[in-house]
């Protein structure tokens, strides 16, 4: 009968460890302590287009290879225009 009482409480005891970790991951994370879009490569950096000035999520941006760096624009139709007006 003991033996089945200490099963039950490992158990319990894992049970909880799991829910805990389900509701409070930072409680359990071994990483560092960057915030996650850090971690990630910086997937939510703003970068400006180069035609209109506006901000755009870099990973919702249209990019292009420049001549020295690559270009993100807002829109396709923002790099087709930068394009036109780039043309002598």
Same mark, same amino acid.
């Given at each position: ?30 990483? !560092?302590?960057?915030?996650? =879009? ?6 939510? *950096?703003?970068? @400006? ?14 990019? !292009?290879?420049?001549?020295? =760096? ?6 396709? *139709?923002?790099? @087709? ?8």
């Amino acid at each position: 009968m003991t033996i089945i009482r200490l099963i039950f409480i490992v158990l319990l005891f894992f049970l909880l460890v799991r829910i805990l970790k389900t509701l409070f991951p930072s409680l359990f994370s071994r990483g !560092s302590h960057l915030p996650p =879009e850090r971690e990630r490569g910086a997937i939510n *950096e703003m970068v @400006q287009d180069p035609h209109c000035g506006m901000f755009v999520a870099r990973k919702d941006a249209y990019a !292009s290879q420049g001549e020295k =760096e690559v270009l993100y624009f807002c829109s396709e *139709e923002c790099y @087709q225009k930068y394009l036109s007006n780039k043309k002598p």
